[in-house]
Every structure is written in C-alpha cells, then in structure tokens.
C-alpha cells in the first residue's frame, strides 16, 4: 500500500510471540512490544520514567517463524515495519482504534544483549527468490 509511514521502535516483548497459520497456510506471528521512554528529571537529576506505550504486531512468512523460535517475552528488540490505524465499533456503539505495525525486519537488541546468529535453511525459495537462488542462499 502506497504512502505507508515506516518506522523502527524498540523495546521489549511482553510475551512469547504467537504463531498461527492462515487458512492458506502461511505463517504470521503476532506479538506486542512495550517500550517506557525515560527522560532526565531537570530539578532533581534523577531519571524518570514516561508513559509506557505498547504496539501490537504482526510478521509473516519465514520470518514469522525464526521470530517465534528465536525470541522470547522480556527480550529487548528493534523492530522496522508499516504502521496501520485500525478503527472499529464496539458493541456498545463505542468508536476504537488502534495503531499497530506489519513488521518487515526484526532482532535482538544489542545494547542489552549477545546473540549468536545462526543462519535460518529453507527448503523453499524465500519470497522474491527463484528456485535456483535459494540453493545458494
């Protein structure tokens, strides 16, 4: 979708991710990342906390599955992705809405950590690779 704002945020998962499978079959993992901004307080130099705010996420594909093998609720992550607003009624009439984020790449901070990588072996061409590529990849 044109003129999607792509964004990064950090923070941490507040829970394992979740993976399902469309009717389809194709993977999305969902998860939520809680960050709490903290600023520096000018009259007493300590540090306080804001508000913390949450996003809800989603990733699909191969990705949905290296996320949901890899992380873990409380790990710190950096997350780059589409925002979208969804709006809905409730029941009761009331208007809600909700920003959440398509995420499109996805790791382990580490600021607050040491990861070791290893690399992910498909035995199917990732999106956008032929047949031939994947062999190599």
Not at 52 to 73: Q, Y
Request: charged share 25%.
């Amino acid at each position: 979708m044109a003129n999607e704002p792509t964004t990064t945020i950090t923070g941490n998962l507040t829970a394992d991710p979740e993976l399902r499978f469309t009717p389809t079959g194709r993977p999305v993992a969902s998860f939520t990342i809680a960050n709490t901004p903290r600023f520096p307080d000018r009259t007493t130099g300590q540090w306080q906390d804001g508000e913390t705010w949450f996003v809800r996420c989603s990733a699909w594909g191969d990705m949905a599955e290296n996320i949901t093998t890899s992380l873990s609720k409380g790990n710190a992550v950096v997350a780059t992705g589409r925002l979208r607003c969804r709006t809905w009624e409730t029941p009761e009439g009331d208007k809600r809405s909700v920003v959440e984020m398509t995420v499109d790449d996805l790791g382990p901070s580490l600021r607050r950590a040491i990861v070791k990588v290893t690399k992910a072996t498909r035995e199917h061409p990732a999106a956008g690779e032929t047949p031939d590529a994947a062999a190599y990849g």
